[in-house]
């Protein structure tokens, strides 16, 4: 007799459904599992056997075989525990197989008959459920999370017992209504009228945030760069659900999901200290999991102190930068992690950090050294250079608010970025747009044309950096809600590239 459930597995974070699939026949008592699983599948038949004979004095002494299809692709996790287990109590007859038809299950089991939760489950729920299937029974620590997704039947259980209840029939499990977890919105308390002065740092960081440009913010210590950093998520609009569904799945693959009831629905902001390895920031390791430019998704990469980042780190930077995702190829896999952040970076002008002012105590060979950590292609990557100046004590030493706030930026950065969707006809940012694009949507009068080539020559730029401008100079305008780009407006784009040449080009 052969017996299939109905499970799930992942791959990058995307969930796939798998079928495990029981045969139990006469022969020389043994129990294999095939379908390309690796150590912790074939460790899991240990795991089901102790289980069931703890719980039901009973194992069947047959030959058992259990294949995980598709048997073309790798498996791994802990995930096929509760199906194997749950084939096998149907063979045994404790559980009726009409009882668990078109359900998926998926949980680990301890010795007792536990079961634990697992990470990534969302992913496979969210994927299984656009295909049709409506019921899961999953981990009880897992059922908040698994009830994030709409319009389908969850029951968690605590224990494999609880399968073999007279009550227990997926039938008649409740529907659960979850969309006032969508309604909910969490607050970011940073704001921007905590920031004194720094007004053209602020107005970078809008059009950073209304365009999805990416920010190298260049100041002495204590200018703010890092609070202004820290602030910038207050200013860029709320996930959407779809944004929300897919930065806590790439969490739940993680593991770094803090509550499991709810969404992440709050842009996230990553701030890895400069001494992170390469696998940390790009994703890695035996099991491939995502690294910080992909917990940043729909969010911030904060880079404090840039040069202090190993050069050979700071270069994997450069392709997710452009495509927006990351490839991770290794012996065992190919992943493919979805990358799409704005790279928020700030560093000092030199070491000592006062360049330019009497108290600077580097030489220009230290100063050339300590500028050339940064690589010219990933400088380039980066659309605006601002520079933090020191703050006057006259500001410092004032009460009032700052007159910008976050919650009056937001409506500019969301206005404008509804007018890029409308334009576009699609969700699609300035900082986005394709060469063939820039040609559309980003002309030009004569006289911008003019100024435009004046400082190409005088700067030395590239062909990124002229594109890079253009397209601040479409997100500037549509900040202003003009139709096309005034001169105003590519002016103020070009002066963000100027730093290029006072610090980068000596």
Not at 21 to 36: A, C, K, N, Q, T
Not at 385 to 400: G, M, P, R, V, W
Not at 455 to 472: P, Q, V, W
């Amino acid at each position: 007799m052969i017996i299939k459930i109905l499970t799930g597995g992942i791959i990058g974070i995307d969930g796939y459904a798998i079928a495990v699939e029981l045969d139990i026949s006469s022969g020389m008592p043994s129990f294999d599992i095939v379908g390309l699983p690796d150590s912790s599948i074939k460790e899991s038949k240990e795991r089901v056997r102790a289980a069931i004979k703890n719980n039901f004095n009973d194992f069947p002494v047959k030959k058992i075989t259990v294949n995980l299809a598709p048997a073309s692709t790798k498996k791994e996790g802990s995930y096929f525990d509760l199906p194997i287990a749950v084939a096998l109590l149907v063979s045994m007859g404790k559980i009726k197989k009409e009882n668990i038809e078109n359900t998926f299950f998926a949980g680990e089991l301890s010795l007792d008959g536990y079961i634990r939760p697992l990470n990534g489950l969302l992913s496979i729920v969210h994927h299984l459920s656009k295909n049709g299937i409506k019921k899961f029974v999953v981990p009880y620590e897992n059922k908040e999370e698994a009830m994030l997704i709409q319009n389908i039947e969850v029951i968690g259980i605590k224990h494999i017992s609880d399968l073999t209840h007279k009550d227990f029939n997926v039938n008649n499990i409740p529907h659960y209504e979850n969309k006032k977890i969508y309604n909910e919105t969490d607050k970011i308390n940073l704001n921007f009228s905590d920031v004194k002065g720094q007004e053209s740092v602020i107005r970078a960081l809008t059009i950073s945030a209304a365009g999805g440009h990416n920010i190298l913010m260049i100041g002495p210590p204590g200018s703010g760069k890092t609070m202004m950093a820290k602030r910038l998520p207050s200013i860029l609009p709320d996930l959407t659900i779809e944004e929300s569904i897919t930065t806590t799945k790439i969490y739940s693959v993680s593991g770094q999901i803090e509550n499991r009831n709810n969404l992440v629905k709050i842009r996230p902001f990553r701030a890895p200290h400069h001494t992170v390895s390469y696998a940390a920031l790009v994703g890695g390791g035996r099991i491939i999991k995502p690294g910080e430019i992909s917990l940043s998704h729909n969010g911030i990469l904060f880079l404090d102190e840039l040069p202090e980042f190993n050069r050979n780190v700071l270069e994997v930077l450069r392709q997710p930068l452009e495509d927006k995702f990351i490839n991770i190829s290794r012996a065992t896999a190919n992943i493919t992690y979805p990358a799409n952040f704005i790279l928020v970076a700030s560093m000092n002008p030199c070491p000592c950090g006062h360049y330019g002012a009497d108290k600077c105590t580097c030489s220009t060979n230290e100063i050339s050294k300590y500028l050339h950590k940064i690589s010219g292609p990933l400088l380039d990557r980066i659309d605006i250079h601002i520079e933090a100046s020191a703050i006057e004590y006259n500001d410092l030493k004032t009460k009032e608010k700052g007159k910008i706030t976050s919650e009056n930026i937001k409506k500019t950065v969301v206005n404008s970025r509804n007018i890029q969707y409308n334009r576009y006809k699609t969700k699609k940012l300035n900082a986005e747009l394709s060469a063939k694009e820039i040609e559309i949507y980003c002309e030009l009068s004569d006289e911008s044309n003019t100024i435009l080539k004046q400082a190409f020559e005088t700067f030395g730029l590239s062909a990124r950096a002229y594109h890079k401008i253009l397209k601040m100079a479409r997100t500037i305008s549509d900040l202003d809600e003009s139709e096309n780009i005034e001169t105003i407006h590519l002016v103020e784009a070009i002066q963000y590239r100027s730093l290029d040449r006072k610090y980068f080009n000596n």
